[in-house]
């Protein structure tokens, strides 16, 4: 019983939090292409749309803990026509992602924080015709299946910063996450998984909203 007044005096406290995270650092264009690191879709996890530079968030905010969620959507629709029909090609991707942070040095000074937080990836690519026959549509999902593939992924972060106060609501700051990016494919043989994992570091502007 005492747990359960514990959490709800801590809800009734919750108050909403926005904020946006800047990683300049989170692509490296010309090494990312030359390692084969990009979907070749445009809308993959690496390639800067689903997850830009200047990331939004929004959550609420007890006592000493944040509950925060973040999404990014892109889409690329691309329509052909001619004298034999019209051709569709759709690419797209949806990421979800949800961060709980602990608040363990809060002073009027300084604020420092530590996260954990996971996210994925959900995967969008479609490409029909009216003209396709059952070949043609046959290897058309073959290749949307493929891009798929290079779309979709999954990851976890850990991480640990410091906020300082600017004014009574505003703070900024910043700190580094390690990440764990994972994307698994599938072949007529079998699985593979792919992972990468690094360090991200960013700067965070936050607001209370009172």
Do not use: K, N
Not at 37 to 53: K, Q
Not at 70 to 77: N, V
């Amino acid at each position: 019983m005492l747990w359960v007044l514990a959490v709800a005096g801590q809800v009734a406290w919750a108050e909403p939090v926005v904020g946006m995270d800047w990683t300049p650092l989170s692509r490296a264009d010309l090494t990312w292409l030359e390692d084969g690191r990009s979907s070749e879709t445009g809308v993959g996890e690496f390639d800067g749309l689903t997850r830009p530079a200047l990331a939004p968030f929004a959550g609420v905010r007890m006592e000493h803990w944040d509950f925060l969620g973040s999404i990014g959507l892109a889409t690329m629709r691309t329509a052909q026509s001619d004298d034999d029909g019209t051709r569709i090609q759709s690419v797209g991707g949806l990421r979800l992602g949800v961060d709980t942070q602990c608040h363990p040095g809060e002073t009027e000074q300084v604020d420092l924080w530590v996260g954990l937080g996971a996210y994925g990836l959900i995967p969008i690519a479609r490409d029909t015709a009216d003209f396709y026959s059952e070949a043609d549509a046959a290897d058309a999902e073959f290749d949307s299946a493929q891009a798929r593939a290079r779309i979709g992924g999954f990851g976890a972060r850990l991480g640990a910063g410091v906020m300082v106060p600017v004014g009574e609501t505003v703070q900024v700051g910043g700190g580094a996450h390690l990440v764990w990016h994972g994307q698994v494919s599938f072949t007529e043989t079998g699985q593979t998984l792919s992972s990468l994992l690094w360090i991200q570091p960013a700067l965070r502007v936050e607001t209370v909203l009172r």
